[in-house]
Nanobody
């Protein structure tokens, strides 16, 4: 069973930065896409950024220019660098990994890490 373990969340003031990490129990080269999602109470989980094995990264409009997703296959880790944080970035952030084999897609989630942006 694939395990994804997020870390790096916490409380930060508006304008500050945080770096989230997601360590995978498997070689992340196996995953076609790894990404970051976030969720606030009463709302659906939304895409923040993707770090595909091949192709361009995708970012939500609300984080473009402020967040950067990256992946390191040697370390089996993906990161989300978050700069110029705003109160509306407050959410639980989840790491996601997607593996496609033929017509079958398997999706895995981490347990989430809380990010709170507040003065």
């Amino acid at each position: 069973q694939v395990q994804l373990l997020e870390s790096g969340g916490g409380l930060v003031q508006p304008g500050g930065s945080l770096r989230l990490s997601c360590a995978a129990s498997e070689n992340i080269f196996l995953f076609n896409v790894m990404g970051w999602y976030r969720q606030t109470p009463g709302k659906q989980r939304e895409l923040v950024a993707t770090a595909p094995r091949v192709g361009s990264r995708i970012y939500a409009d609300s984080v473009k220019g402020r967040f950067t997703a990256s992946r390191d296959t040697a370390k089996n880790t993906v990161w989300l660098q978050m700069n110029s944080l705003k109160p509306e970035d407050t959410a639980v952030y989840y790491c996601q990994a997607e593996q496609r084999v033929g017509t079958t897609t398997s999706t895995y989630w981490g347990q989430g890490t809380q990010v709170t942006v507040s003065s």
